[in-house]
């Protein structure tokens, strides 16, 4: 579902300020500078984008004061048109809205109330003692076990599982495929009475506690504590295929892109960035406001904020 703005609906709505004569422009869509069609609104961030600014052939673009004399398209003019941008975009591609109810194959243990505002889809299993808040979404295939907690308006996508005695917060979205609370990697190694050494297996015996607002990309895997607890605290925002293991704690509003692993123990600071594919060794303490570049593998700690790059250049290999 789409909607059809004015740029003054949206102005009223999010803010900023309008170009002259631009009030009645109607927006359908957005898009990118270099492939906006009309009815488009796209946005221009960086004067080394000038020339697509020049070529755009958007109806209507997001800017900032001091970039508006560049271009005579209708504009809204605002600090931070990237953020500006993604709210116009919430606006115009709404989420559907799922119709409250439970399907006929879930099963949901009689233990559970769950609420009229829920939707529960098909092949959904719901364990005992579980606490859904209102407005949650389960989508189908998923697996919530036992004991484990669901906040208001959190939607957990197809063939999500929650292992059991976890906590999600409010407005989270945990993509398809993630596992929350799985045991995490902890083993103990002796000698029998031959000498063959082997493994023994440690109960991971804590919880993953996500709080609110916090989204987790498909296939991502969270591990729960092994004696204390793994958390995720608000506003983390973690991308696809990133392994968070037991124990570790990812500060308020840090994001995680894709592929990156975290080792146990670690704890990750506040508005902390961390790129794709970055190792994490365990134990380690990543203070607040951190940046890390793609591909960086962290051996020790960092307790200064600022950017930090470990990288090895590729070379053509000689046989």
């Not at 004067?47 to 005579?72: C, F, G, R």
């Not at 606490?131 to 919530?144: H, Q, S």
């Not at 990697?185 to 002796?190: D, I, L, N, P």
């Not at 295929?241 to 670690?266: E, F, K, M, P, Y």
Request: proline share 3%; glycine share 10%; with cysteine.
């Amino acid at each position: 579902m789409h909607n059809n703005l004015s740029l003054k609906q949206i102005a009223d709505k999010l803010g900023g300020r309008l170009s002259p004569d631009s009030a009645d422009v109607t927006i359908s869509h957005v898009g990118s500078l270099a492939i906006a069609s009309d009815g488009a609104i796209s946005f221009f961030n960086d004067s080394k984008y000038t020339t697509q600014l020049h070529a755009t052939n958007a109806s209507a673009v997001i800017l900032k004061s001091e970039h508006a004399a560049l271009t005579p398209l209708p504009a809204i003019i605002t600090d931070n048109p990237y953020a500006y941008f993604a709210k116009v975009s919430q606006l115009l591609n709404p989420v559907d809205e799922k119709i409250a109810g439970v399907h006929a194959s879930a099963s949901v243990d009689d233990s559970v109330k769950v609420p009229k505002s829920c939707h529960i889809g098909a092949n959904v299993v719901i364990e005992r003692d579980v606490i859904l808040g209102d407005g949650v979404v389960i989508g189908a295939g998923c697996v919530i076990e036992k004991e484990t907690t669901v906040g208001d308006a959190t939607v957990l996508e197809a063939n999500v599982t929650v292992k059991h005695g976890c906590e999600i917060g409010r407005h989270c979205c945990i993509f398809s495929g993630a596992v929350i609370g799985n045991d995490g990697f902890g083993y103990a190694e002796e000698s029998d009475e031959t000498q063959d050494k082997h493994w023994v297996k440690i109960p991971q015996v804590g919880k993953a506690i996500i709080h609110d607002y916090v989204d987790v990309g498909a296939n991502t895997t969270i591990d729960r504590g092994a004696i204390d607890d793994t958390v995720i605290e608000a506003g983390v925002k973690i991308d696809n295929l990133v392994q968070i293991a037991h124990n570790c704690r990812i500060g308020a509003h840090t994001v995680i892109a894709a592929c990156v692993g975290i080792a146990g123990s670690a704890v990750i600071g506040k508005h902390c960035k961390i790129g794709g594919a970055v190792v994490i060794l365990g134990h380690l303490s990543i203070a607040d406001n951190v940046t890390i570049s793609i591909g960086s593998v962290i051996t020790r700690s960092i307790f200064k904020s600022g950017t930090y790059t470990a990288l090895m250049p590729f070379q053509e290999l000689s046989l």
